[in-house]
C-alpha cells in the first residue's frame, strides 16, 4: 500500500507537536512544582521525616503585690523512652511497671508505639529516689530528663485563690486556671530528620526553635494580711469547732482582694491526696446563705438615700412587729422601746429594719438590692462564681418585703456582701473585686499590662455614704458590734446571726452562720473585713463569735498598713457596771435565738439539743465573778412544775 510523502509529514508534524506539548507541559508543571510550590512541598517532605522533640516554656510566677513569690516552677525528673533504641520492650515493661505506679501491658503498649520520644505511663514528674532507681537499672532507650513542676512554697496558704496546675503544666483552679494563656507561655521544638522506625538520619540537619516563658503575674493580694486572715481561720477552727470558717479582706475603694480564703483548706502541691469537694468548692465566691443581720446595712443605706428615715427620728419597739399576720419578733425579749433609728441600728432591731423596709416598699428596696450588686455575679476574676437568689418583685409580698430588709428569705454569696457593703462605705460606688494587679516580664521583672479598678457605677450619694459610716461606727462603740472595737481606730461594722436551711426546706435548730463585718478608718476606709463562721460549738452570735476576729484582723491589718492610731473616735459604752461581780440572769424558757443575740457580754455553754434553756448552771440570780460561764441546758420544752 502506498503511502504519500505528503500525508507521512503530517503525520511526523502531528506526532512532533504532540511530544512538544507534553514537553512543554511537563517544563511548565515541573517549573510549578519547583518555582511556585517548591518552598510549601518541601516542607510537607520535612514534615514527613522530621520528628519533634517539644520544650514546653516555664510558667510563668505568680507574686503577691509586694513581689513575694507564692507560686513558682521547680525542677522535678521524668522517665522518658526512645522506642526505636529499646530491643525488649516486654522486659522492660515488665521491669519498670515493679518501680512505677501503671500496668505492665500499659507501659509495653507505649514502649512498642512508633514514636522518637514518649513519656513512660506514670513516669510524669517522678520524685527522685524513683528516677535514681530507674537510672541505676541502666536500661536500653529509657532515659531520665530534667522537667520541672508547680510549687506552692507556703503548702495551703491562700490555696482556694492560687488554685493549682497539673501534670502537663496546665492551670486546673483558681488563679492558675483564669490566667492559664499567660502563666504557660509557649512551646519550643528541636527537629531533625529520622526514617520511619525513628533512628535519626545521619547527617541530617537539626533545628531549634525555643520556647517562650510565660509571663509573671502579680496579685492584689498582701502575703502579711493573708498570712493574718489564715492565722485567724485556724485559731477560730480550734476555738470553736465549726463546720467551716471563711473570710475575705479587700479595699472598698478599688475592689483589690487582700487576702482571702476558708476552712478547710488543702496543700495544692498534694492535690491528689485531696477530697475533690475541698478545692471545687471555694465558699468566699461560691456558697450562698442568708446573710441575717449584715444585710440590714443594704436596707438602712437604701432609706437613707431616700430620705426616708433620719438617724435622729424616734421609733417604738415593743418587741415585734405585725405583718399581714405574721408576727416578726425582735431579738429582745420585750423589744428596745422608744429609740432613734441610729439606736435601731445599734440594736440590730428587726421590727426597725422592717420598718424602713416598709417605708421604701417593694419596687425601690429590690431595685437597691440589685443596684448594690445582689443576684448578679460580681465578676471577680475566679471561676465558679455564684450568682445568689433573691426573691422576685412579682412574688413578693408584704412579709417577704419584710424579712427581706433584715436580711432573711434572701441568699447572697460573701463576696456579694463585702462588694455591696464596700459601696455603701466608700462614697457610694459598686467596685468589682478583682485579684490580679499586673503582668510582669519574667525576666525583666518590668510592668507589661495594669488591672486598672472598675466601677460598676454609683449606688448612693456620699452623703448617705458617710451616714452609714458614722451610723456602723456607733454599732461597734456602742452596739452589737463593741467587740470588735479597737483603741485609736475608728472602726464601724455590723454583726449577723442566720439560721441556716435544712434539706427539707426548714431553719435547722442552733445551726447558724455568724458573721461580721468590718472596715476601718470608719471616716476613711482602708479595708473591709469578712468573716462568717458556720455553726460554731457553743454560744452561736456573730457580736462574739465573728467580731473579734475580724478585731484581731484590722488591728494587725491597719498597724502593717501605716495607719496611725488616733484619738478622735467614738468612746466605747461600757456595759458592765461591776469590774469583779455580776448578777447571773434568768434565762430559764428563754428562746436561744434571743440569748445568742443579747446576751453576747457573757461567756455562754449549751448542752442540748432543743430550742429552749430547761435549766441553767449557776442558777438565776448567783453573784459570781465576771467572766464565769453560764452552761445552759436546752430542750424543747419545760418539765412539769417549771
Known amino acids: 500500500m502506498h503511502v504519500s510523502n505528503r500525508l507521512v509529514r503530517r503525520r511526523l508534524f502531528a506526532a512532533l507537536l504532540t511530544i512538544l506539548l507534553v514537553f512543554t507541559g511537563l517544563i511548565g508543571r515541573l517549573g510549578f512544582v519547583q518555582l511556585i510550590k517548591g518552598e510549601e512541598l518541601s516542607e510537607q517532605a520535612k514534615d514527613l521525616w522530621n520528628r519533634d522533640i517539644p520544650f514546653q516554656g516555664k510558667r510563668g510566677k505568680i507574686l503577691d503585690r509586694n513581689g513575694d513569690e507564692l507560686a513558682y516552677n521547680i525542677s522535678t525528673p521524668s522517665i522518658l523512652a526512645i522506642p526505636a533504641q529499646i530491643d525488649d520492650p516486654a522486659g522492660t515493661a515488665q521491669t519498670l511497671a515493679k518501680i512505677l505506679p501503671t500496668s505492665q501491658e500499659e507501659i509495653y503498649q507505649t514502649l512498642t508505639k512508633r514514636s522518637l520520644m514518649v ?132 479595699r472598698p475603694k478599688t475592689g483589690e482582694i487582700l487576702g482571702m480564703g476558708m476552712r478547710p483548706s488543702f496543700q495544692p502541691n498534694n492535690i491528689a491526696n485531696t477530697d475533690p469537694d475541698i478545692y471545687n468548692h471555694n465558699y468566699p465566691i461560691w456558697r450562698t446563705y442568708e446573710p441575717g443581720s449584715t444585710f440590714k446595712i443594704i436596707t438602712l443605706a437604701s432609706a437613707l438615700e431616700e430620705n426616708k428615715i433620719n438617724l435622729k427620728n424616734s421609733f417604738y419597739d415593743p418587741g415585734h412587729i405585725e405583718v399581714s399576720g405574721a408576727r416578726l419578733r425582735c431579738w429582745k425579749k420585750g423589744g428596745h422601746g422608744s429609740q432613734t433609728y441610729l439606736e435601731v441600728v445599734e440594736n440590730s432591731c428587726n421590727p426597725g429594719f422592717v420598718s424602713m423596709g416598709q417605708k421604701l416598699g417593694e419596687k425601690t428596696l429590690f431595685s437597691y438590692i440589685r443596684k448594690f450588686g445582689f443576684g448578679a455575679k460580681t465578676g471577680i476574676d475566679l471561676n465558679g462564681e455564684a450568682t445568689g437568689i433573691l426573691f422576685s418583685e412579682e412574688r413578693a409580698g408584704p412579709v417577704e418585703l419584710a424579712t427581706t430588709s433584715f436580711g432573711q428569705g434572701v441568699s447572697v454569696t460573701p463576696i456579694q456582701q463585702v462588694t455591696a457593703v464596700s459601696a455603701a462605705i466608700n462614697g457610694g460606688v459598686l467596685v468589682r473585686p478583682h485579684l490580679a494587679k499586673a503582668w510582669l516580664d519574667p525576666e525583666t521583672g518590668e510592668t507589661i499590662e495594669t488591672f486598672e479598678p472598675e466601677e460598676r457605677g454609683r449606688v448612693i450619694s456620699e452623703e448617705t455614704s458617710q451616714q452609714v459610716r458614722s451610723a456602723l461606727e456607733s454599732v461597734v462603740a456602742k452596739g452589737t458590734g463593741r467587740k470588735a472595737f479597737i483603741d485609736g481606730y475608728r472602726v464601724g461594722g455590723k454583726t449577723g446571726t442566720a439560721q441556716k436551711v435544712g434539706p427539707d426546706g426548714r431553719y435547722l ?57 488616733r484619738k478622735d473616735q467614738i468612746p466605747p459604752e461600757k456595759v458592765l457596771t461591776s469590774p469583779d461581780i455580776i448578777t447571773v440572769p434568768d434565762l430559764i424558757g428563754e428562746d436561744m435565738d434571743r440569748i445568742r443575740q443579747s446576751l453576747h457580754h457573757y461567756t455562754l ?6 430550742s429552749r434553756v430547761v435549766d441553767q448552771m449557776p442558777k438565776p440570780g448567783e453573784r459570781v465573778k465576771k467572766g464565769t460561764p453560764i452552761h445552759l441546758y436546752l430542750g424543747d420544752k419545760l418539765d412539769e412544775g417549771d
Not at 547527617?203 to 494580711?225: A, F
Not at 455553754?605 to 432543743?610: D, L, V, Y
Open 605 to 610: 455553754n449549751t448542752s442540748g439539743n432543743g
Open 119 to 250: 513519656y513512660v505511663p506514670g513516669g510524669k514528674k517522678v520524685s527522685e529516689e524513683t528516677a535514681e532507681k530507674i537510672q541505676a537499672l541502666r536500661l536500653q532507650g529509657i532515659a531520665v530528663s530534667d522537667d520541672n513542676k508547680r510549687h506552692y512554697p507556703f503548702d495551703q496558704f491562700a490555696a482556694h485563690v492560687l488554685g493549682f496546675a497539673g501534670v502537663d503544666n496546665q492551670g486546673l483552679a483558681g488563679i492558675e486556671l483564669t490566667y492559664d494563656e499567660g502563666l504557660r507561655g509557649s512551646r519550643g521544638y528541636v527537629s531533625f530528620g529520622a526514617d520511619a522506625s525513628g533512628k535519626k538520619l545521619p547527617g541530617g540537619e537539626e533545628r531549634y526553635t525555643p520556647p517562650r516563658d510565660g509571663m509573671d503575674l502579680m496579685l492584689t493580694v498582701d502575703e502579711y494580711i493573708q498570712t493574718v486572715l489564715e492565722r485567724e481561720m485556724d485559731q477560730a477552727m480550734a476555738q470553736h469547732n465549726p463546720d467551716n470558717v471563711l473570710a475575705i479582706a479587700m
Open 509 to 565: 435548730r442552733n445551726n447558724h452562720i455568724v458573721s461580721f463585718i468590718g472596715f476601718a478608718p470608719a471616716d476613711d476606709p482602708e479595708i473591709v473585713v469578712y468573716v462568717a463562721v458556720d455553726n460554731p460549738k457553743g454560744i452561736q452570735f456573730g457580736g462574739v463569735v465573728a467580731a473579734p476576729i475580724v478585731q484581731n484582723i484590722l488591728e494587725d491589718s491597719l498597724m502593717y498598713m501605716g495607719v496611725e492610731r
